[in-house]
């Protein structure tokens, strides 16, 4: 008798089991579930994502971040204040308020200056002769106390700017010098200014030789007067001619060819000059 092989046995067995309906299904047919599909439901919603997401190698570079902007990483590197340098910052402002508080003001320039300083350079073109800063040239040097050791007294040397040394020509005029005494036309000819000059700008100019020019001690009372006064002419515009016989009147015949020094005996028209009480009158000799 021939044997038959399993498998076909198999194959006759389940062909029976169709035909009955309630048969099991063969060993080669069935679907067996493994363990964990049996212990766990199958997932779908959000924790499912985060398991796949979760499952996602952990060695994947992560999206590189964009560069920082130049003006943020310019204000890291730039030097910040110091803290213990913030209460001098605060107190800076305050600082200026009180140091300013103590500058004082500019001086105005006085326009007696001014004037004195244009009679001498335009009105009187005495820089021509004497130099701009009074250092001489074609006439004698008026600077540094020179002009102050000819004519000790202001009203002298106006006497002499009014009518030249022409008129005195060859004549000694000014008190002794270091050098001797002055001899009129001996440097060149010093010409007349008593048509050309008015009383107040001969009164300017003389002052601007010797205040100025020679540094004249201005300090004392007599001679703040005596600026004052010229000031006071020169702002109200007086414009009064040179008197020369009223200033040989004034002058003192020790230093003028010339001179009286009889001085003046109105007193509402004293002598020009720093004259000091009593000195109206000049004593002669």
Known sequence: MTEIPEHLLKRSRAAKGKGDGDAAPSESTAVTPTAD????????????????????PADKPAPEAPPEPHYITAAKKRKKIPGWALPLVAAVPLWAISFAGTMQQPEVEDPLFIAAEETYLVDGGCA?????????????????GSVLET????????????????????????????????????LGSMPAFENNLDQVHLELVVFHERAILSGEDTSSPEYQEWMNHMR????AGNTDPIDLEFLLKCANPEYTPGATGEGSDDED???????????DEVAAG
Not at 39 to 56: D, L
Request: charged letters at 20%; hydrophobic letters at 35%; proline letters at 9%.
């Open 37 to 56: 599909a049996a212990a766990a439901p199958a997932e779908t919603g959000p924790p499912a994502i985060a398991a796949a997401a979760a499952a996602i």
């Open 232 to 235: 006071e002419e020169y702002e």
């Open 128 to 144: 021509g002769c004497h130099g701009g800063a009074g250092g001489g040239g074609v006439g004698y040097k008026l600077s540094d």
């Open 151 to 186: 004519f000790p007294d202001p009203v002298d040397q106006m006497v002499h700017i009014a009518r030249g040394s022409g008129a005195i020509q060859g004549e000694d005029y000014g008190a002794e010098r270091a050098d001797g005494t002055r001899e009129a036309g001996a």
């Open 269 to 279: 028209h004293p002598c020009p000059g720093p004259q000091a009480e009593g000195e």
